[in-house]
């Protein structure tokens, strides 16, 4: 489906491409995203293939059904409704959809992986439809303000909304404690409020971009904040983890700390590395119940045994399923 799909976006990209100030400008903001959200997923890398699936649904089918969706209801109902309607709820449930499709892959390991995953979908549906906006900015001649606008200002738009229901799909997925969409309504609320700005005056945009910059900080320090503490959480409880696992001391040495697993993942190659990465992802997902004092599945635990068996090279590699 997803491959079938993948023209819809290179038809925007194509229509673009005669026109190359707007193919510069549009892979500013693009480059400020996916580089914003590459470094928040650093130590823990998602597999390429999953990143750059979740990045092609938004700039394809999420595009797509949100495009069709948007001009019924703005020739139906009419252009604010299709603005702060249509938009922010189709828009937002489709790229939330993106995510669950990464969680139903590979069971994410927690919130943060939610988040990620919602980065990359946002960033491949803001490719598009900045490309969208630019060239119908510069037939207007305001392509400098729009760029301004939305290239510089205010990039971290889409994955600011959609952030909120990433961390609770992926919270979901990693402790089954919270409602799977309980962030879509928030991701909904935001995109309205956003979209509503250009019905308001000036000063009412004023201070939506302004409270928009705020928030996303604040959304931001949250992660990084939670994030470090994630990190010595792992560490404190790494020894438990390896005895449920049943890894040797040099294992251990591995995965101790992030520092030791970056260096690790270097210096490998080839299947090694990979294996190493199932194995690191393996461990990581019995975290939220090791944490919780909680035993965790058998399923998980058999998993992790099975990957550091992988990793020590007496087992042959997993088959990669095929992505539709």
Same mark, same amino acid.
């Given at each position: ?51 750059? %699936? ?77 490309? *969208? ?10 392509? /400098?303000?729009?760029?301004?606008? #939305? ?6 738009? %889409? ?11 992926? %919270? ?5 404690? *919270? ?6 309504? /928030? ?56 005895? #449920? ?20 993942? #270097? ?6 590395? *990979? ?32 990957? *550091? ?16």
């Amino acid at each position: 489906m997803l491959l079938a799909a993948i023209p819809v976006g290179l038809v925007v990209l194509l229509g673009a491409a005669t026109n190359l100030s707007v193919v510069l400008l549009t892979l500013v903001p693009g480059a400020i995203v996916v580089g914003a959200f590459l470094w928040l997923d650093r130590v823990e890398p998602e597999p390429w293939s999953e990143r750059l %699936h979740a990045f092609l649904w938004g700039a394809t089918i999420s595009v797509l059904v949100a495009v069709v969706a948007n001009e019924f209801t703005a020739t139906t109902f009419g252009e604010s409704w299709a603005l702060v309607g249509s938009a922010p709820l189709v828009e937002e449930t489709m790229k939330a959809l993106g995510v669950l499709l990464a969680a139903r892959r590979l069971r994410l390991s927690g919130w943060f992986d939610g988040a990620v995953y919602a980065g990359f979908v946002s960033a491949g549906f803001a490719l598009v439809e900045n490309v *969208a906006y630019f060239l119908g900015a510069e037939e207007s001649e305001s392509l /400098v303000q729009v760029f301004v606008l #939305r290239g510089l200002a205010t990039p971290f738009a %889409h994955p600011l909304f959609t952030v909120f229901t990433g961390v609770t799909i992926g %919270h979901f997925f990693a402790t089954r404690r *919270a409602l799977a969409l309980s962030g879509l309504p /928030v991701a909904v609320l935001l995109h309205a409020g956003w979209n509503s700005m250009s019905l308001g005056g000036e000063s009412y945009a004023l201070l939506l971009l302004a409270s928009a910059f705020v928030l996303f900080w604040v959304v931001l320090g949250v992660l990084l904040m939670v994030r470090l503490r994630s990190t010595t959480g792992y560490r404190s409880l790494l020894p438990t983890l390896a005895f #449920r696992v049943g890894l040797d001391p040099f294992e251990l040495g591995l995965l101790s700390d992030w520092q030791s697993v970056l260096r690790t993942r #270097r210096k490998l190659p080839g299947f090694r590395r *990979a294996a190493f990465e199932d194995l690191h992802l393996a461990v990581r997902r019995l975290v939220p119940y090791v944490s919780r004092h909680v035993d965790p599945p058998e399923e998980l635990v058999a998993d992790a045994r099975r990957a *550091a068996e992988r990793f020590r090279g007496r087992l042959p590699p997993p088959t990669s399923p095929s992505v539709s």
